[in-house]
Nanobody, 125 residues
Framework: QVQLVESGGGLVQAGGSLRLSCAAS????????VGWFRQPPGKEREFVAAISWSGGSTFYADSVKGRFTISRDNAKNTVYLQMSSMKPEDTAVYYCAVGRTYQSASSSQQGYNDWGQGTQVTVSS
């Protein structure tokens, strides 16, 4: 099992930037894919971005493509989500999640086994 802690959330104005971090401890995090998901107020949780265990492949939801960047530093057991040109519709609780060892990165929540507690991101207009 992997323990995940998200940080970096907060309040930002539209057009601004935030960087979320997902720090992991436990099993071989460096060999696991990681995804970021978010749950807007009153809505279902949705996919945001994912990165392969090697960091060589990344995937994004259409709604964030070109504005968000996912990256990882396996030496620090940390995955980042850099968010730029933010919009009020990016307001949500953001979660990171880890898949199984050497599993392919996925946009499906079913592709992930361990989840963090979430961090609130609020974008004001």
């Amino acid at each position: 099992q992997v323990q995940l802690v998200e940080s970096g959330g907060g309040l930002v104005q539209a057009g601004g930037s935030l960087r979320l971090s997902c720090a992991a401890s436990g099993r071989t995090f460096s060999r696991c894919p990681v995804g970021w998901f978010r749950q807007p107020p009153g809505k279902e949780r949705e996919f945001v971005a994912a990165i392969s265990w090697s960091g060589g492949s990344t995937f994004y939801a259409d709604s964030v493509k070109g504005r968000f960047t996912i990256s990882r530093d396996n030496a620090k057991n940390t995955v980042y989500l850099q968010m730029s040109s933010m919009k009020p519709e990016d307001t949500a609780v953001y979660y990171c999640a880890v898949g199984r060892t050497y599993q392919s990165a996925s946009s499906s929540q079913q592709g992930y086994n361990d989840w963090g507690q979430g961090t609130q991101v609020t974008v004001s207009s």
